[in-house]
Nanobody, 110 residues
């Protein structure tokens, strides 16, 4: 099983960034996929999830700004992040079928 994230980087406050997670080695289409994040000195927190049926949930802190989506044919889950704030700075990790990706750094700073 392999989950590979991409798309992190440095962005100014108010900017946008898209993250992608490519899955292999699992039956992606029947699993829930999620994005978590972990900032230095803080606990890992759930950012957004999408079920195999396409139902989504979001942390209150990102509602209205982030959008999670999935493409079962491409075996990918995407997190579109808009109106980014400095407090969104963290390592973002993909989770699927009890497996974790390696994480990608997102830094929001002027």
């Amino acid at each position: 099983v392999q989950l590979v994230e991409s798309g992190g980087g440095l962005v100014q406050p108010g900017g946008s960034l898209g993250l992608s997670c490519a899955a292999s080695g699992i039956d992606f289409s029947i699993t829930t996929a999620s994005w978590y994040r972990q900032a230095p000195g803080k606990q890992r927190e759930l950012v957004a999830s999408i079920t195999d049926g396409g139902m989504t949930t979001y942390a209150d802190s990102v509602k209205g700004r982030f959008t999670i989506s999935r493409d079962n044919a491409k075996r990918t889950v995407t997190l579109q992040m808009n109106s980014l704030k400095p407090e969104d700075t963290a390592v973002y990790l993909c989770w699927c079928a009890a497996f974790w990706g390696q994480g990608t750094q997102v830094t929001v700073s002027a």
